[in-house]
């Protein structure tokens, strides 16, 4: 069974910094396409970046703030934020996709993701 589960949420002021983690089991981490999306309430999910094979996409609103990493030994996902603002108050999710299309593709396609996580919310306050 694939599992992905997030951690590492919570409250900051703007321009804190938080680092999410996605703890995934059930297949091998480094095969799959593997992204973080966001929803805010009443909002599209959308995607925040997409990686595979050392081939890494970012939504223009992040670029320059978040990095997406992993610590393959773990199959843990990491995304650094750093200069949060309120935009960025969301649940965030990671997803995987078995597929090996372009990064991109996934980012601005979310239904392309084949498993997701419960999500760990984010709030950003002003």
């Known amino acids: 069974e694939v599992q992905l589960v997030e951690s590492g949420g919570g409250l900051v002021q703007a321009g804190g910094s938080l680092r999410l983690s996605c703890a995934a089991s059930?297949?091998?981490?480094?095969?799959?396409?593997m992204g973080w999306f966001r929803q805010a309430p009443g909002k599209e999910r959308e995607g925040v970046v997409s990686?595979?094979?050392?081939?890494?996409y970012y939504a223009d609103s992040v670029l320059g703030r978040f990095t997406i990493s992993s610590d393959n030994a773990k199959n843990t996902l990491y995304l650094q934020m750093n200069d949060l603002q309120p935009e960025d108050t969301a649940v965030y999710y990671c997803?995987?996709?078995?597929?090996?299309?372009?990064?991109?593709?996934?980012?601005?396609?979310?239904?392309?993701?084949?498993?997701w996580g419960k999500g760990t919310p984010v709030t950003v306050s002003s």
């Open positions: 990686s595979r094979a050392g081939v890494t």
């Open positions: 059930g297949f091998t981490f480094d095969d799959y396409t």
């Open positions: 997803a995987a996709a078995s597929t090996g299309y372009s990064v991109r593709w996934y980012l601005n396609r979310p239904t392309g993701m084949d498993h």
